[in-house]
């Protein structure tokens, strides 16, 4: 593969570079990152014009305006303008959105609609300023496209739903069709009428997703297509409106004929998965990209639509191709990489086009279009223009015909892939944090928590309660030396990760946390305690059913083995069961919450639900809760004040008292968080979880009672009364 430089020797290009480079060097002056010397890969017409760096994370999108003025580029909460004739940088739009994940501009090139975390920004193009977002989407917003007569935007997200957006005021005019899965891809037909769209989740990679088309003004589906074997990425229509190519998780780019739905064919010459695709002026020709989670085989290809000829491409050795945007004209192509880099290309169009000879010296093709004889192309894409397009009626799960690669080329095939899990911490004033951090940034990953990573941190928790407020400065510092980016709120955590670790060990600020988390839509786990009170438990439990956010909480003591066991049945019938743990009181919270809910949690793991009354007996050194379950089981719990403390108990069962162990450490509460995060499924019901909550509180109101027996299922109506002003007080 040639190289091109970005720019000359400042010797040849005169004194005054000279001058210019010095006062870079001395940091003296402002250096353009669009002139620093630099080899970037090229094609046989594909040749680089100047090259964005140094962006805050990958480059998520880019676009091209239509008037040929300017180029943008979108990486994580930044948005940067570059003049494409002046190679420079006019704006750097701060958007506070997240990964930047699709970009597109108006019509006439005066306006960029940015799409990002849970809206759509607009941004004046000419002074970069910024107007108020268009909310509506939950999650990110992945792709954006205008209809032609520009007064209507569509948008996708990872809400699973596709809107319609007025562009004059900002208002959503529809949503359209139902999808089960978030929307990946949004087209619209150079007619606008219709409008295509691709779905597909990539955490469930055996599911190949849905391709769609849709009439724009009625939302009736009209077509579902031929869709690929992993889920679909990407759709795009051609300009003439005749043809829709998708990409996919596959490592093909699908081919369909608008009019009848029929799939015409994929090409195949990509090596990862294919990210992106556009048509070229004359339908006739495309360029796509592709990249994954593995090194080697990114790049972007140019091919012919009816033979799949491979015309021209450009490999990268690292990093992933994650957007393209080619020019209404096809002569000036730009291309996202995650590498924290955006090229922006010239293409020569004689280069790029199918020559007059075949690869045997004659017309090949269908309508008088060739194909470029592979010996001319750069030896990494020879591979691929032998015969990498293929009937997609014919056989679906075949892979294309490639030609067989020198003993040079050939590398072992790469494991499965596994799906990253990028996860947020909030709270850094608990040991579980650092522990929890400890062992998933383990530089040896442990079987079963692979890809799963803490990579961003808020550490405010409590503001009050000093033993716990005094130990941020010292655990930040430790996630800090694992890794962790440390954050200043919860709003800018939430656009970085997947999931959340709700780790403040102070509960009375978990639900306003909870909320935040729950409306951005990300799976939750919820350390001890859930909550400060029992009301806001229960308005926890309430709202992650409201926003459809799976959640749980849970005690790491819940994963004794042998409580396990005899949850299981091991031991025939359980009759009882007496457990203890250290039971500390702090004044903010109820008794048991704040550390017997250690001890709790072994009880109601081993006896499960349905619990009748509590009764407690309560003195300096101790407490003691004896509740009563249904068929008169009784259960006890030992709370350690005075003496030596641990953690433990024994189970009565039909077959044989067992002890239950001691505590075995964060391992497998761990193990099962990460099993949750990757299938969404809690290891505990809710309502086994509001329960064991409601115990508690019935302690505490039998103490008070001077240990009377107090229903269970009193306690519980008298706070769900309360839920409701609870959650409005916060809304």
């Known amino acids: ?44 017409g594909i040749h680089p014009a100047f090259a964005v760096k140094n962006l805050p994370d990958a480059a998520t999108s880019v676009a091209l305006d239509p008037t040929g003025k300017t180029v943008a580029v979108g990486s994580y909460d930044v948005v940067e303008l570059w003049n494409l004739s002046e190679k420079k940088r006019i704006a750097k739009v701060p958007t506070k959105s997240g990964f930047v994940r699709s970009l597109t501009y108006s019509n006439d090139g005066t306006h960029l609609y940015v799409g990002g975390y849970q809206g759509i920004t607009p941004v004046t193009v000419a002074d970069g300023t910024i107007s108020p977002k268009w909310k509506g989407h939950r999650g990110y917003v992945t792709d954006l496209a205008l209809t032609p ?70 939302g009736e589906a009209v077509q579902t297509l031929t869709p690929h074997q992993k889920p679909p990425t990407e759709v795009t229509f051609s300009p003439d409106g ?39 002026p004359d339908s006739q020709r495309l360029v796509s990209g592709c990249g994954g989670r593995f090194q080697g085989g990114a790049g972007i290809r140019v091919w012919t639509r009816d033979e799949g000829e491979v015309v021209d491409g450009v490999d990268f050795e690292t990093g992933k191709v994650t957007d393209l945007a080619l020019s209404a004209d096809g002569k000036r192509l730009a291309v996202a990489l995650d590498t924290k880099q955006a090229i922006v290309y010239e293409v020569e169009a004689d280069d790029v086009r199918p020559k007059a000879e075949g690869r045997n010296g004659g017309q090949s093709g269908s309508g008088g279009v060739v194909v470029v004889p592979a010996e001319t192309l750069p030896r990494s894409l020879a591979h691929a223009a032998v015969s990498p397009f293929a009937a997609a009626q014919e056989d679906k799960a075949a892979k294309p015909a490639t030609q067989e690669k020198p003993e040079t080329e050939e590398k072992a095939e790469p494991p499965k892939p596994v799906k990253p899990i990028k996860i947020g911490l909030i709270g850094l004033d608990t040991s579980h944090s650092v522990a929890f951090t400890t062992v998933l940034n383990s530089a040896k990953t442990k079987p079963g928590f692979e890809g799963c990573r803490i990579v961003a941190a808020y550490p405010w928790g409590s503001r009050d309660i000093e033993s716990s407020k005094s130990r941020i400065p010292e655990y930040t510092k430790k996630v800090e030396e694992l890794g962790v980016k440390v954050v200043d709120s919860i709003d800018d955590l939430l656009p970085m990760v997947d999931c959340v670790l709700l780790e403040t060990n102070d509960g ?63 031991f025939g019938k359980v009759f009882g069961c007496d457990a203890f743990s250290p039971c500390s009181l702090e004044a903010t919270h109820p008794d048991l919450f704040w550390y017997g809910i250690h001890g709790c949690e072994i009880l109601y793991t081993v006896m499960g639900p349905g619990c009748e009354t509590v009764t407690r007996a309560s003195t300096k050194d101790a407490d003691f809760v004896t509740g009563v379950w249904k068929e008169g089981r009784i259960g006890t719990f030992r709370g350690i004040r005075g003496g030596k403390g641990g953690y433990g108990g024994t189970v009565f069962g039909e077959k044989q008292a067992v002890p239950l162990g001691n505590f075995k450490g964060y391992e497998p509460l761990i193990v099962e968080i990460v099993k949750f995060f990757r299938t969404g499924e809690p290891p505990v019901a809710p309502e086994e979880t509001i329960e064991l909550y409601a115990f508690m509180e019935a302690a505490d109101e039998s103490k008070r009672q001077g240990g009377k027996p107090v229903s269970v299922k009193e306690v519980l109506e008298k706070a769900q009364a309360q839920v409701k002003a609870r959650l409005d007080s916060l809304r």
């Open 149 to 218: 007569d520009g007064q209507s935007l569509v948008s996708c997200a990872e809400d699973m739903t596709v809107r319609v957006w007025n562009v004059a005021d900002g208002t959503e005019r529809s949503k359209l069709g139902k999808f089960t899965d978030p929307v990946t891809g949004v087209a619209v037909s150079p007619d606008g009428t219709l409008v295509a769209t691709t779905s597909g989740d990539e955490t469930r990679l055996t599911r190949p997703g849905e391709i769609k088309v849709w009439k724009l003004a009625t």
């Open 1 to 44: 593969m040639r190289m091109a430089l970005l720019s000359m020797s400042p010797l040849r290009r005169g004194p005054l570079a000279v001058m210019l480079l010095l006062l870079v060097l001395l940091g003296m002056g402002p250096a353009a990152r669009a002139e620093e010397a630099e080899e970037i890969p090229e094609g046989k």
């Open 508 to 570: 009375r600020p978990h639900l306003e946390q909870a909320l935040k988390v729950f409306k951005a839509g990300k799976p939750v786990f919820i350390d001890k305690p859930v909550a400060g009170s029992l009301v806001d438990c229960l308005a926890i439990y309430q709202a992650a059913k409201e926003y459809n956010v799976p959640m749980f909480s849970s005690s790491s003591l819940r994963f004794i083995p042998e409580s396990l066991k005899a949850r299981a049945g091991e």
């Open 242 to 280: 005749k043809f829709l190519a998708t990409t996919s998780f596959d490592e093909r780019v699908n081919v369909y004929d608008v009019e009848t739905g029929k799939a015409l064919g994929f090409f195949g010459g990509h090596q990862r998965p294919s990210t992106c695709v556009a048509f070229f």
